[in-house]
């Protein structure tokens, strides 16, 4: 399998996805914007993968390259393509198929559960996970289920957590490619978040502790990824 994907931020990387294609040995490239990388034609992969970022899907002054973005996506979606989109990558996606997306109420940072819902039990991506896993947040925005997906999965501090739109196409607002290493990196890169008070904030003594965490959610995300290859 060819993938692609797209990097928005230097230090937001496919981590644990990147260990995955490479012992499954699919082919794996990417697009990073923030090095101003052109978007690669839409024939050359089977799945696309849209990672994480600090930006969001409305700050497109600020980031021009977003509008093009959105147009890659669609034609992606279109053109009937496997897509992974991930926290802002997810956002991205359901703001391309009409789902607003928006502050959420909480910011939820560090470690909490996720619990599937009833369809995502059903999924074929998320019926081999657990009902209910622990998995890695950092965000503060979050999107509506868009029109025609299946709403997958929630948390206690965000209802809206993964969506599935015609079985090839999934939305997660959480992260289970994320690696020690990357942690590190939101962390040095985006410090001033953790200094904001929350009930869904955690310390980074807390986050980068929990090697237990960062092993479990890699095992997870290779049975998630498997789902892709059928």
Request: charged share 30%; glycine share 8%; net charge negative.
């Given at each position: 399998m060819r993938i692609h994907y797209i990097q928005?931020?230097?230090?937001?990387?496919?981590?644990?996805?990147?260990?995955?294609?490479?012992?499954?040995?699919?082919?794996?490239?990417?697009?990073?914007?923030f090095l101003n990388d052109p978007f690669p034609d839409i024939?050359?992969?089977?799945?696309?993968?849209?990672?994480?970022?600090?930006?969001?899907?409305?700050?497109?002054?600020?980031?021009?390259?977003?509008?093009?973005?959105?147009k890659f996506i669609e034609r992606s979606i279109k053109s009937g393509?496997?897509?992974l989109g991930i926290c802002l990558g997810a956002q991205l996606i359901a703001d391309v198929l009409g789902g607003k997306v928006y502050?959420?109420?909480?910011?939820e940072i560090g470690w909490f559960d996720v619990q599937l819902t009833s369809e995502g039990k059903k999924s074929k991506f998320f019926s081999d996970l657990p009902e209910r896993f622990t998995a890695f947040h950092w965000h503060g925005d979050t999107f509506e289920i868009p029109d025609g997906a299946?709403?997958?999965?929630?948390?206690?501090?965000?209802?809206?957590?993964?969506?599935?739109?015609e079985d090839r196409v999934?939305?997660?607002?959480?992260?289970?490619?994320?690696?020690?290493?990357?942690?590190?990196?939101?962390?040095?890169?985006?410090?001033?978040?953790?200094?904001?008070?929350?009930?869904?904030?955690?310390?980074?003594?807390?986050i980068l502790s929990r090697e237990d965490n960062f092993n479990t959610i890699e095992k997870l995300l290779y049975r998630f990824m498997d789902r892709f290859e059928d």
């Amino acid at each position: 399998m060819r993938i692609h994907y797209i990097q928005h931020v230097h230090f937001e990387t496919p981590a644990n996805i990147y260990r995955w294609a490479d012992y499954k040995k699919h082919q794996i490239e990417g697009t990073k914007l923030f090095l101003n990388d052109p978007f690669p034609d839409i024939g050359s992969f089977d799945l696309l993968v849209i990672l994480g970022g600090p930006m969001g899907v409305y700050d497109e002054d600020e980031y021009p390259w977003l509008k093009d973005e959105k147009k890659f996506i669609e034609r992606s979606i279109k053109s009937g393509k496997k897509i992974l989109g991930i926290c802002l990558g997810a956002q991205l996606i359901a703001d391309v198929l009409g789902g607003k997306v928006y502050k959420n109420r909480y910011k939820e940072i560090g470690w909490f559960d996720v619990q599937l819902t009833s369809e995502g039990k059903k999924s074929k991506f998320f019926s081999d996970l657990p009902e209910r896993f622990t998995a890695f947040h950092w965000h503060g925005d979050t999107f509506e289920i868009p029109d025609g997906a299946v709403h997958t999965a929630r948390s206690e501090a965000c209802e809206n957590q993964a969506f599935v739109y015609e079985d090839r196409v999934v939305g997660l607002q959480f992260h289970l490619e994320t690696d020690l290493q990357t942690a590190k990196g939101l962390i040095e890169n985006s410090e001033e978040e953790l200094k904001e008070k929350g009930i869904y904030i955690q310390s980074p003594e807390y986050i980068l502790s929990r090697e237990d965490n960062f092993n479990t959610i890699e095992k997870l995300l290779y049975r998630f990824m498997d789902r892709f290859e059928d």
